[in-house]
Nanobody, 120 residues
Framework: QVQLVESGGGLVQPGGSLRLSCAAS????????MAWYRQAPGKQRELVAS???????NYTDPVKGRFTISRDNAKKTLYLQMNSLKPEDTAVYYC??????????????WGQGTQVTVSS
């Protein structure tokens, strides 16, 4: 059974930091491209950051320079270090695992999400 379990969310003041984790089980983690998405109330889910199996990273513009995605294949865990948090970062953050061959997506899995609230 595949599971992606996010943790590390919570309430933080503007300018603060949080580190999200996504622990994977039931998959060969190192073979999967990984990503963090977020969904704010009333908005569509959006890609925040991604990391390929070869450690190539990509960030959405609003988080560049503030967020850092990383992975530990030995621990089967994906991380998102979030610094200088802003109220507009408030959202449910989801972890996604994607297995692909070239440009062909084979399968993907999602976690249940973790709430991040940035407020004073």
């Amino acid at each position: 059974q595949v599971q992606l379990v996010e943790s590390g969310g919570g309430l933080v003041q503007p300018g603060g930091s949080l580190r999200l984790s996504c622990a994977a089980s039931g998959i060969s983690f190192s073979l999967y491209d990984m990503a963090w998405y977020r969904q704010a109330p009333g908005k569509q889910r959006e890609l925040v950051a991604s990391m390929t199996t070869t450690d190539s990273t990509n960030y959405t513009d609003p988080v560049k320079g503030r967020f850092t995605i990383s992975r530990d294949n030995a621990k089967k865990t994906l991380y998102l270090q979030m610094n200088s948090l802003k109220p507009e970062d408030t959202a449910v953050y989801y972890c996604k695992a994607l297995l692909s061959i070239g440009d062909l997506s084979i399968r993907d899995y999602w976690g249940q999400g973790t709430q991040v609230t940035v407020s004073s």
